[in-house]
């Protein structure tokens, strides 16, 4: 999900597009607001990775 140097994942890929466009539609009328979860399923439980527990 996360690639390498010379060839971003998914997730790189998508936060880039996705704060590019909002550069580009901001204005002074207009406010972004962006929340982010990153998810683990794995064996039945699911696992907050951005929890730093």
Known sequence: ?????EQL???????CALFKR???EQNESQTFKV???YMEIYNEKVRDLLDPK
């Open 22 to 24: 909002i550069s580009l």
């Open 1 to 5: 999900m996360m690639g390498h140097a």
């Open 9 to 15: 994942g998914l997730i790189p890929r998508l936060c």
């Open 35 to 37: 929340e982010v979860s």
